[in-house]
C-alpha cells in the first residue's frame, strides 16, 4: 500500500498562510529547495483542494525551468472539488465525489508515495480518517499574529508521534508526525 504524507509550511503561531493567502513570510533558500526536490522525487502523484490546486496551476506552468518545477508539471495531480468544473494543468484529475473513497483506492495502487500540498482542509479531513501516513511540519521561525490555521475543522485531539527532525540553518524545522 502507497503512503500518503502532507508536506505543508506553518509558522510559529500555527498559521500556514497569511488571512489574505499569502505565503511571503516563508524561508525559501538552498537548504528548502534541497528538501523540496528529495521529497518530490519519492513521490508519484500529488493532492490538492480546489484553492491550492489554482493557486499552483497559476504559477508552475511559467515558473523558471528547475527540477521542482519539472516535477510539479509533470508528476499526476489529483484535484478534490466541489466547484471546479474542470482541472487542465497538466496531468490533473478532478475528483468532486468520496474523497475517502478515492484516496482508499489510489492508496491501494501500485506506485511511489502520494504527497498533499498546502490544502489544509483536504489534509486535516484525511488525518481525521485517518488515512494520512505521516505529517511533515516544515516550521518557520516567523510569528504571523493572524492567518488560515494549518490544522481547520479538527472536530477530535490527533495524538502525532514526532518521529524525525529536520533542522535548516535558516532556523527552519521539519517535523516529521505520525498519528498515534
Known sequence: ????????????????????RKLD??????????YAREMLRSVDTILFGRRTYQHM??????????????????????????TLAKAEWNNSTLVSGDIAGEVRR???QAGKDMVILGSAMLASFLLQQGQIDEYRVIVNPVLLGRGN??????KQPVT???????????GVAVLYYQKV
Open 160 to 170: 502525532m508521534k514526532l518521529n524525525e527532525t529536520k533542522l535548516f540553518g535558516s
Open 57 to 82: 496551476a497559476a504559477y508552475w506552468p511559467t515558473a523558471p525551468k528547475d527540477e521542482i518545477a519539472e516535477k510539479m508539471n509533470n508528476l499526476r495531480k489529483i484535484v478534490f472539488s466541489r
Open 1 to 20: 500500500m502507497r503512503k500518503l504524507f502532507v508536506s505543508n509550511v506553518m509558522s510559529l503561531d500555527g498559521f500556514f498562510e497569511t488571512p489574505e
Open 25 to 34: 513570510w516563508c524561508v525559501v533558500d538552498e537548504e528548502f529547495f534541497s
Open 149 to 154: 490555521s494549518l490544522f481547520p475543522d479538527i
Open 106 to 108: 489510489l492508496q491501494q
